[in-house]
């Protein structure tokens, strides 16, 4: 694990000494401070935080204004990680001046770098944020903006032709001036033959361990994900969603039981104005207050 903030460099660096960089999603201020606390090097503040934070089907319903709460929220706990935003769909594809003037909002909110999906097609946008300093990582293989294209959650690069045209793209990235390709649900080989066409950093989430870091969501990982979608290459750590229903139950059942509050989670009444309230809720009062706080 590298020391003090993660920059461009400590990520280079990283490649250079043959070391994975680790690289997860978070989307609040509690989620930004664990991860960073333990130590990972990147955070994504994905735009799957439509499907993972707010319960929409896909990626496509989440806006640059939700996304820049999420990304606020995210720079203030990661202190240490290199922050990733997230460019939404339609914040970057329609014109250069949008892609750098939304781009330019993620990095005013802290992060530092932005990511954006496609190859050849949105390279002149990568250009357009490079150009305005801002460091691009590009995202290719499964892009979830263009799922209806796409045809759903499908692996890609299972042809020679798919592999290459994926690499092409992300050459045309490279060109653009973007510091890293992210590689998304790929076979092992495909993503590691597109990633020895390239000089810079190629992640991968669901694209095997030829490349230099691994990116997860961490609804995936620490099991809070609502929903059914649950790729093959997740593999769960913990079961927080599990965990959040128990410890509600526990709570709610405590609390029809009256064993929640007890007299430990109650406030004392000041000793010298205790006779005093205790005699105006009238008589029978302590008989319903079963968890009184001990009188001294
Ligand atoms: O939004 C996201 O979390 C992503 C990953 C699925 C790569 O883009």
Known sequence: MADGKVTLATLAALKARGEKAVFITAYDYPTATFVDRAGVDMILVGDSAAMTMLGLPNTLGIGMEEMLMFVRAVCRGARRAFVVGDLPFLSYQPSDEAAVRNAGAFMAAGCDAV??????????????MTDAGIAVMGHLGLTPQSLAQLGGYRVQGKTLDAVRRIADDALALEDAGAFAVLLEAMPAEAAALVADRLGILVYGIGAGPHLDGQLVISHDVLGNF???????????????GRDIERA???YAADVRAGRFPASEHCYPLAPECDAEIRAARGSGAQASLPYAPALP
């Open 226 to 240: 609502v929903g059914e979608i649950r790729p093959r290459f997740v593999k769960r750590y913990a079961e927080v």
């Open 248 to 250: 509600t139950r526990e």
């Open 115 to 128: 990511k954006c999906e496609g190859g050849r097609r949105v390279a002149p946008r990568v250009r357009a």
